[in-house]
């Protein structure tokens, strides 16, 4: 397939790499040049501009956003008029459900399809093979199933329903990630704070085989204590929410469905911010490590 690409983060410029690993040509579009021309030396074909990048598809083309939620409007104020009837464009970033769901609408009045798609994984998974899920119609999924298929793990993907629904997932996804880091690290505190002198390595090791939480977050704990050790000194004790988290709580509040270990863990990471802990720093620890998220440095905590 050829198509379009929109957006060249951590998480854009590993999914090219394996787009193009899969057979794919992949015109691709950012307004960091330096990361264009690195995906170009991967084998991506460079468009400076949105109008250089659609003129390079093939009629009706498919194009694939990467970029943050509060982007996607302008970015799609500018691609409307470039588009005709029966592109198709694939909102693959962390974007509101509702806000997909009124984009498509806007969408279907140009004659545009749209596909809201959930991704999961981090830049590993964009790279190795994401868990994927996607939402919008369901002749519109199957048109582009295959290319679905090649960015996810083995049987990583799936079509979730109507609009909408892809991003909605997501943000349930991440809302259950936050109950489950902040279970990790507040048992981790307590271990961390026992007389026992425990090797929390060596357990959380010991956890991530066979036990009933084995996980991947453990495994990615364990990571980031070889990295940084037990103590976790240059980890910030005070850790950040993409927002997910806070999306899956107020509509959880809309409809008067209770999540209080949810809520829970986004009020401790809010509060975390003035009342930075050692539960915090797992959290920044496991976020790194399978986000790449950034890791503030500290020494005071």
């Not at 170009?40 to 460079?46: Q, S, W």
Request: proline share 3%; hydrophobic share 40%; glycine share 10%.
């Amino acid at each position: 397939m050829r198509l379009g690409y929109i957006g060249l983060g951590k998480m854009g410029f590993a999914m090219v790499e394996r787009m193009i690993e899969k057979g794919h040509q992949v015109v691709v579009f950012d307004t960091d040049k330096e990361t264009v021309r690195e995906s170009a030396h991967k084998g991506a074909e460079p468009a400076d501009s949105l109008q250089s990048l659609t003129s390079s598809l093939v009629k009706p083309c498919v194009i694939w956003l990467m970029v943050p939620y509060q982007a996607v409007d302008t970015v799609l104020d500018e691609l409307i008029p470039l588009l005709q009837d029966g592109d198709t464009i694939i909102d693959g970033g962390n974007s509101p459900f509702k806000e997909s769901m009124r984009r498509a609408n806007q969408l279907i009045r140009h004659g545009i399809d749209f596909l809201d798609v959930g991704v999961s994984g981090g830049p590993s998974g964009a790279r190795t093979g994401a868990c994927i899920m996607a939402g919008g119609k369901k002749e519109v999924f199957e048109k582009y199933e295959n290319l679905l298929r090649d960015l996810s793990a083995p049987g990583a993907y799936a079509y979730t329903g109507d609009t909408g629904s892809g991003h909605f997932v997501k943000m349930i996804h991440n809302g259950i990630e936050y109950g489950m880091m902040q279970a990790i690290a507040e048992g981790f505190a307590l271990m961390k704070s026992s007389a026992f002198n425990l090797d929390l390595l060596r357990i959380a090791d010991l956890y991530n085989h066979r036990s009933v939480i084995e996980s991947r977050l453990l495994g990615w704990l364990r990571t980031a204590f070889e990295s940084y050790g037990e103590d976790l000194n240059d980890i910030s004790g005070s850790v950040a929410h993409s927002g997910e988290g806070q999306w899956t709580v107020k509509t959880a509040q809309a409809m008067n469905i209770p999540v209080p270990v949810i809520e829970g863990a986004l009020n401790f990471r809010i509060r975390s911010e003035k009342h930075p802990s050692y539960a915090g720093k797992i959290l920044s620890a496991m976020r790194n490590q399978f986000g790449g998220h950034e890791v503030f440095q500290s020494n005071k905590q």
